[in-house]
């Protein structure tokens, strides 16, 4: 089977894609689906200082650190980026995110506004930021309280802190509303897709464009 007949593989850099919104939109649900449908995606596992909750386990959903620990690793230069998040600070390690983009991995990353911005200042280009938005106030509300693992106080400091992060989301690539979730999801497999074959990523393209050339050169010789 020559390359007429079957799909060429092209060499690439992987990509981060970039999940963020307020707390109940959705993103760690869609997040989760898009890893079920491509197992070959890099979960950035972030550390974190906040309380596990019951339904997470350490080391898939965050590793949960202490303040000194988060500290120490915030300090030696250890993290992409850092952020302070209704009391607690989440970081993303900078080693396996690097490993797995020169490898032509893509990675997610499910994370808010603030550290979005700290990875644009170092790695812009490799990145697509897409923003979740729920469909209103009044919804975001009724998925917090049915998640069921948050206190009536922390609920209502994440409701005030969601118009903060909201005001953000002119600062990424896209933006997908999520009333209901398998448009949202189908929505979010299309960037992927789309992202992926960005030329820029394509390194494997020079190799092919050279051997064209040689190619028609023979041919009309």
Request: hydrophobic share 40%.
């Amino acid at each position: 089977m020559n390359a007429t007949t079957a799909e060429i593989a092209i060499a690439r850099r992987g990509l981060m894609l970039v999940l963020s919104s307020p707390s109940g939109a959705g993103k760690s649900t869609l997040a989760q689906l898009l890893l079920k449908e491509h197992p070959e995606i890099h979960l950035s596992v972030s550390v974190t200082t906040r309380e596990r909750r019951p339904s997470e386990v350490d080391g898939i959903h965050y590793r949960f650190l202490t303040r000194e620990r988060f500290e120490r690793m915030r300090d030696s230069g250890d993290l992409l980026e850092w952020a302070e998040v209704h009391g607690n600070f989440y970081g993303t390690p900078r080693e396996p995110v690097e490993e797995a983009l020169q490898a032509g991995k893509d990675v997610l990353f499910d994370i808010d506004y603030q550290g979005t911005l700290q990875l644009y200042e170092k790695m812009r280009s490799d990145i697509v930021g897409v923003f979740i938005l729920p469909p209103s106030a009044f919804e975001l509300k009724t998925r917090l309280e049915r998640r069921a693992e948050d206190a009536s106080g922390v609920i209502e400091k994440r409701l005030k802190n969601a118009r903060t992060e909201i005001a953000h989301w002119q600062e990424y690539d896209y933006v997908l509303v999520n009333q209901d979730l398998d448009v949202t999801f189908h929505a979010l497999m299309n960037i992927l897709a789309a992202e992926r074959l960005r030329r820029e990523r394509q390194l494997g393209l020079t190799p092919i464009i050279e051997r064209l050339d040689q190619e028609l050169v023979a041919l009309t010789a």
